[in-house]
């Protein structure tokens, strides 16, 4: 089993995203040996579901995010994970990634020879479409990877 974790600041918008849509496409491609999950960097989302704006962009693209609950990311992760991604470098930098863990630890968008840089928050911005798209895309770059 592969077991890959998402991370984003709140758990209720980027991290999301990337686990149902990462889940949907290993799914499709019958990667039932993945097992995927997200979390947020900060407390505030525990317990809450997506986004309603993440929410209505997934289920237009055939995602279900139903299910998810913002929780907190906890330095065991990087143990209890084979994978994790963070959607910015802050963080990334909040997670305080050390050396001694199992994890392969990095940027979403640069894994694998990703087109580089931070997901954008689409919180306060908006642009929901825009990052289910750069989600989509390094989901497909990732799982061909893994």
Known sequence: MTKVLFVCLGNICRSPTADAVFSGLAKQLGREDIQVDSCG???WHIGYPPDQRAAEEAKKRGYDMSHLRARQFKADDLDAFDYVFAMD????ADMNVGQNHS???GLFLEMFDGPGG???????EGGFDHV???IEAQSKR???NI
Request: aromatic share 14%; glycine share 4%.
């Open 118 to 124: 931070d997901v954008p928050d689409p919180y306060y």
């Open 89 to 92: 470098s802050k963080n990334l």
């Open 103 to 105: 994890a392969q630890v």
């Open 132 to 134: 289910f798209d750069l």
């Open 41 to 43: 960097t900060g407390d």
């Open 142 to 144: 990732i799982l061909s």
